[in-house]
């Protein structure tokens, strides 16, 4: 199995981001827990004011050329772990406009149903209704007016040097990283929340060093950051859009997953009679990995390991135990999915309306 901690090593060699193993103190919550998370900035001070009280606010976008898959859960389920115990809203940009303007979708209308359909699979994921707000740019167009008051504070140098864009390409994906400055600033510049996290892969590190550069020049706050490391593909390789077979999608169906956790990559020996000689390497086994992480607690993720180690567990019955639980939980996603509720969704995306009444306001005072 490849390293998938190169970018993660990256971030804290190269680019000044701490090790979140010198943290005193973390969040009594898996992903916390079991080492889901590499890196951060300024996570130490964001989680010292959120224990103290002060108002505070989650962003964490998507792309919607893609449906959920099990990577994502590290990210949303930190999320809604903060949500739920401090009570706080979270942002969730669904770059429709990126996957417009990148070409991963052909038409706006794709790319809006795209985000429509992913911000349904938010609330069936567990997010609370009334403290989250998904941004959908093409509704919330307002994104854009702040994107240009951002735009003031970043040059063109700076993002063809962050991004590697070049002249041929089109003029909107040069403005996009202002728009993305724009996403994490959100829960400053409309309702004053300075103190705000943001949990990405380290491939997205490029995006929030610049974003917090604007913040800087543009008077803000610098939001935190913290880095979850990559979740391996069922192959053992890194995950990628281009390779589907390689990871569980919230929306597969129980045959899809079997097949695909059959074929996911083992840690066992060539033969069961070699396996239970010498035993198995359950870091990196595929299912072992998945299930220590998302399904089994501290308990039985130790009594698993010794016995797959051991070679009294095969990897065939890792596998298994990882099927029935992966079908689980896509059942249970699926039946929420299928609740959801259009006045619900509704309510949860951020719209104009604010705006517009601002708006009149000022009108009226005009006489007009």
Do not use: W
């Not at 429709?96 to 991963?104: A, G, P």
Request: net charge positive; aromatic share 12%; proline share 3%.
């Amino acid at each position: 199995m490849e390293s998938l901690m190169t970018d993660n090593e990256k971030l804290v060699n190269e680019f000044n981001a701490s090790r979140f193993s010198s943290l005193d103190e973390v969040p009594d919550f898996y992903t916390f827990k079991r080492g889901m998370f590499y890196s951060h900035r300024d996570f130490d001070s964001f989680y010292k004011k959120i224990r103290a009280g002060e108002r505070s606010a989650i962003v964490t976008g998507l792309n919607p050329s893609a449906t959920l898959q099990y990577g994502h859960r590290i990210t949303f389920d930190t999320a809604r772990f903060f949500q739920k115990e401090y009570g706080i809203p979270v942002y969730v940009p669904l770059s429709d406009d990126e996957s417009y303007l990148s070409k991963k979708v052909k038409t706006r209308k794709e790319a809006v149903m795209n985000a429509v359909s992913l911000a349904a699979d938010l609330l069936a994921f567990g997010f609370d209704k009334k403290l989250t707000k998904i941004v959908i740019d093409f509704n919330f167009t307002e994104i854009f007016n702040i994107a240009v008051d951002l735009s003031r504070h970043v040059t063109m140098s700076e993002i063809k040097a962050v991004y590697g864009y070049k002249n041929e390409d089109n003029v909107g994906i040069h403005f996009y990283p202002a728009v993305q400055a724009a996403h994490v600033l959100l829960p400053q510049m409309l309702n004053g929340v300075d103190n705000v996290l943001v949990p990405i892969g380290p491939d997205e590190d490029a995006h929030l060093r610049l974003a917090r550069d604007i913040a800087e020049r543009s008077g803000y706050k610098k939001p935190a950051v913290i880095h979850n490391i990559f979740l391996p593909g069922l192959d053992g390789s890194k995950m990628s859009k281009s390779k589907p077979e390689s990871a569980i999608f919230f929306v597969d169906k129980e045959d899809v997953i079997r097949k695909k956790i059959s074929k996911a990559f083992s840690g066992g020996r060539d033969t069961e009679e070699e396996h239970r000689k010498y035993g198995g390497n359950p870091d990196i086994d595929v299912s072992f990995i998945y299930l220590s992480y998302f399904f089994l607690d501290e308990k039985e993720t130790k009594k698993f390991r010794e016995d797959y180690s051991s070679g009294k567990m095969l990897s065939g019955e890792i596998k298994k135990l990882f099927m029935e639980k992966a079908v689980k939980f896509n059942k249970e996603f699926q039946k929420k999915r299928r609740a959801v509720k259009f006045s619900d969704l509704k309510a949860m995306l951020l719209d104009n309306s604010a705006v517009d009444k601002d708006l009149r306001r000022y009108f009226k005072r005009d006489g007009l």
